[in-house]
């Protein structure tokens, strides 16, 4: 278990998949390698218990000079917390939402780091990787205040962080979206800030072309009935400050 797993391969470009690396009692989460020619992105490493089997699987897979970045959707301890261990063990540059940037010295980053920071503003952007420009979109509260994720357009993922996140799943691919619905109905209620961002995210997701929505936990949303399942489910969620009535009138 943890060995990387191919979900697109051509000639030139790649992207992996690496689960199950986490002791049992920590959440499970998902790392990507997207590797383009000579270079490569870790989106969401994950957090300090996975960092050295993690970065053997990596540099098993590309030469360290090739990581050229690694992508912090946000900044919560399951993707943030094996910071420093990346930071020293490679020269990679990381890019963080500028909202956390800040915050990111209390996780003991030796002076100095900033250099290889690239704080990414609200609006989002790219990044190239090679001759591919990767999209950094906007998420932002789904969950965290300030939270990005990528869409590679090459193999048409869109990696997700915690959006489609699920949790107690024995599948990588979503088969039936209607009996998966359980899976992700409790984590999405309680942790998305409320309908109208999740709208927001859903029309903007839906001008891009993709094959696979990849989250940071459990199953990925494959081929164009499944993705579009996700979006139309969560552009109608009610979850967040929608629901906070019955916690606070009580
Ligand atoms: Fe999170
Ligand atoms: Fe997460």
């Known amino acids: 278990m943890g060995k990387c797993e191919l979900l697109y391969e051509s000639e030139n470009h790649k992207v992996c998949i690496f689960t199950s690396m986490m002791p049992d009692e920590t959440i499970q989460t998902n790392q990507y390698l997207v590797i383009h020619k000579d270079s490569a992105i870790l989106i969401d490493p994950g957090g300090y218990t996975i960092f050295s089997p993690l970065f053997a699987e990596v540099s098993s897979k590309v030469p360290l000079k090739d990581l050229k970045y690694i992508f912090f959707s946000h900044q919560d301890p399951d993707i943030v917390s094996g910071m420093n261990g990346w930071l020293l063990s490679t020269n990679a540059q990381?890019?963080?939402?500028?909202?956390?940037?800040?915050?990111?010295?209390?996780?003991?980053?030796?002076?100095?780091?900033?250099?290889?920071?690239?704080?990414?503003?609200?609006?989002?952007?790219?990044?190239?990787?090679?001759?591919?420009?990767?999209?950094?979109?906007?998420?932002?509260?789904?969950?965290?205040?300030?939270?990005?994720?990528?869409?590679?357009?090459?193999?048409?993922?869109?990696?997700?962080?915690?959006?489609?996140?699920?949790?107690?799943q024995n599948y990588l691919y979503v088969e039936d979206f209607e009996n998966h619905k359980k899976?992700?109905?409790?984590?999405?209620?309680?942790?998305?800030?409320?309908?109208?961002?999740?709208?927001?995210?859903?029309?903007?997701?839906?001008?891009?072309?993709?094959?696979?929505?990849?989250?940071?936990?459990?199953?990925?949303?494959?081929?164009?009935?499944?993705?579009?399942?996700?979006?139309?489910w969560i552009s109608n969620l009610q979850c967040g400050t929608d629901i906070m009535d019955e916690i606070f009138n009580q």
């Open 94 to 168: 990381l890019i963080i939402p500028k909202l956390w940037t800040r915050f990111i010295g209390h996780i003991g980053l030796k002076k100095g780091y900033e250099k290889r920071v690239i704080a990414v503003d609200d609006k989002g952007g790219t990044i190239n990787l090679g001759d591919v420009e990767l999209r950094i979109l906007p998420a932002h509260f789904m969950h965290s205040p300030g939270n990005f994720q990528i869409y590679d357009p090459v193999s048409k993922i869109l990696f997700s962080g915690d959006v489609g996140a699920s949790v107690g």
């Open 183 to 232: 899976l992700i109905e409790g984590f999405h209620r309680r942790y998305m800030a409320n309908n109208k961002i999740c709208k927001l995210w859903a029309n903007m997701v839906r001008k891009l072309d993709i094959d696979i929505i990849a989250p940071q936990h459990g199953a990925l949303f494959k081929g164009k009935e499944n993705v579009n399942a996700f979006i139309d």
